[in-house]
């Protein structure tokens, strides 16, 4: 079995100006700007791109074939993932896999959100709503399970009940990523947070209070890939895919939860981290001790514990002590979306973190820069995860 | 839920009264809906491995058998984990604000969505006793809820 490991490379990334859109707006208004970017940070020509990738379609994104008519491309390998976020490290893979196999030269992995378009995410009446078992958050119209927030509520208060913590300890995870934010200019978010403010702010779906939800102020990224030899060529250091595994599914996982935890129908006796969840990394060949940053899908703050225990960086119910003391801050052991994540920076499906992930590693990040950076981990609770090198 | 559930609540937004949304009858969930109109909460039992499981499917999840029967449950279980609703989305819950949703661990093993109904927010815990209850919408839908058994 070939090792992906270093074979692939992120050679450009570009963004749009992260702000609210009404509903007029198209996706394919920021994604423009963003695929300008991106070719411009990779030393690219539109010509050059003969793979693309989407994450997230119609009616919150783009589909692949509007966007390949759009700009004018000419692709010869494509595909598109459900309508959904949480695919961001699945579709990377895919993209590293194709220009190894070469089945494309430079793949150009897209996002572009406008959570308008589609009215209240999770409200009934949606797509979601249709599947036949319920919706991706557990959505149940009929009992008023009706928001995506619903299932991480579940999650959190299981959370709460089995290990001693409480909405407090769970704002220290707010504090420290906004604390984040506060050092990228692009940021949405632009003032602090502090566990009082958290905690007097109304709850949305119990126990969750508003500041745990993200923002769902949307955006455009293109992360453009191609193999390690290729990348030589290009104007900017190339950013190596080091490691990658794809995202768990079957009846030990559950939306909002890790496994163990008891969601859904997860088996409460489950071992965690779970020996698969670490293959990560023997594929990248360092060990846990060598991340110098974690990245994760924070669509609501629970989130974070769950990752941080999925893969081992402290034992299953310690989560909520880790957080704390600036651990996960600005300077702190092991910062945690050093962007300000879906929380504060923007809620482009984790996109925006491998943008800045790929920054840091190159040394762009101003203010906000981490000393040197070797390697840094994208994992979530459904444990996906990509480690990437400079 | 605080309030009843009615089949329709007044809309925050309009005034107007909305309906509640009812369950999607398939071919696959009816016999849970038929089941709920005569009292009972039923799910599916397979017959090759005797387990039971949620939510409904096609084939049993622990052994992948398609010969199974649904089966009349006890109908008691204990509150898993809940949360509150404060947050309006669809406009027909207007009225039952905050209104709860659980899910209910079934004493067969399963976890069910469920509301839990004759107990204010503040006393729900897991781990709490919960029966089921049912509420008679019209003729095709009788609603399964969950209310504490004090055992």
């Not at chain 1, 589609?118 to 009706?146: K, L, N, S, W």
């Not at chain 2, 609540?9 to 999607?24: F, H, I, M, N, Y």
């Not at chain 2, 109109?37 to 397979?46: A, D, S, V």
Request: glycine share 10%; aromatic share 10%.
């Amino acid at each position: 079995m070939g090792n992906l490991r270093d074979r692939t490379a992120i050679i450009g990334v570009g963004n749009n100006e992260y702000r609210r859109m009404p509903a007029s707006v198209s996706p394919l208004v920021p994604l423009a700007a963003a695929f300008r970017n991106a070719l411009d940070d990779a030393g690219l020509q539109r010509d050059d791109i003969d793979g693309i990738l989407v994450n997230i379609g119609t009616p919150f994104g783009v589909d692949y074939d509007q966007v390949s008519e759009a700009f004018g491309l000419d692709i010869r390998f494509s595909d598109q993932t459900w309508t959904h976020g949480r695919q961001m490290s699945a579709v990377l893979g895919h993209a590293a896999m194709a220009v190894d196999a070469g089945l494309a030269n430079y793949v150009a992995c897209v996002c572009s959100i406008n959570w308008a378009r589609a009215g209240t995410v999770g409200a009934q009446g949606q797509f979601q709503d249709d599947r036949e078992i319920g919706g991706a958050h557990f959505e149940h119209p009929h009992y008023g399970m009706t928001s995506p927030g619903g299932a991480w509520a579940m999650a959190a208060r299981k959370y709460f009940d089995r290990y001693g913590a409480t909405s407090a300890d769970l704002a220290e995870v707010c504090v420290a990523i906004r604390k984040h934010a506060l050092r990228n200019p692009q940021a949405v978010m632009k003032a602090p947070l502090t566990v009082d403010e958290h905690q007097s702010s109304r709850y949305v779906c119990e126990p969750l209070h508003l500041f745990d939800y993200c923002q769902t102020i949307g955006g455009a990224c293109v992360v453009i890939v191609t193999t390690a030899e290729r990348a030589q060529d290009g104007p900017r250091k190339p950013v190596y895919i080091t490691g990658m595994q794809g995202m768990c599914a079957g009846r030990a996982e559950a939306t909002g939860s890790r496994p163990g935890l008891g969601i859904h129908q997860q088996d409460e006796d489950y071992p965690v981290p779970h020996p698969r969840d670490l293959r990560i990394y023997e594929m990248a060949g360092v060990d846990r001790k060598d991340i110098d940053a974690f990245y994760t899908y924070d669509a609501m703050s629970s989130i974070v514990w769950m990752s941080l225990e999925r893969f081992g960086f402290c034992k299953a119910g310690e989560a909520w002590e880790f957080v704390k003391d600036g651990r996960i801050g600005p300077g702190g052991e092991l910062p945690v979306n050093t962007n300000g994540g879906l929380l504060s920076e923007a809620h482009v499906s984790g996109w925006n973190h491998i943008v800045e992930m790929t920054r840091q590693l190159r040394g762009e990040c101003g203010e906000r820069q981490l000393p040197d950076p070797a390697f840094l981990q994208w994992g979530t609770n459904r444990g996906d995860s990509l480690i990437l090198r400079s | 839920m605080h309030a009843s559930t009615a089949t329709a609540g007044a809309s925050a937004r309009t005034g107007q009264e909305v309906a509640k949304p009812l369950p999607a009858i398939s071919d696959f969930n009816r016999p849970f809906w038929e089941g709920t109109r005569l009292g009972e909460f039923r799910l599916q039992r397979c017959k090759h491995c005797g387990k039971v499981w949620a939510p409904n499917g096609p084939v049993c999840p622990h052994c992948f058998s398609d010969d199974y029967r649904w089966e009349k449950m006890k109908g008691t279980g204990r509150i898993a984990t809940w949360v509150v609703f404060h947050k309006l989305y669809h406009p027909s819950f207007a009225g039952d604000l905050p209104y709860n949703v659980a899910f209910v661990e079934l004493d067969e093993g399963p976890r069910v969505i469920a509301n839990i109904v004759g107990v204010p927010n503040e006393s729900l815990r897991i781990g709490m006793p919960v029966k089921a209850v049912f509420e008679k919408i019209d003729d095709e839908i009788t609603m399964p809820r969950f209310e504490p058994a004090g055992r």
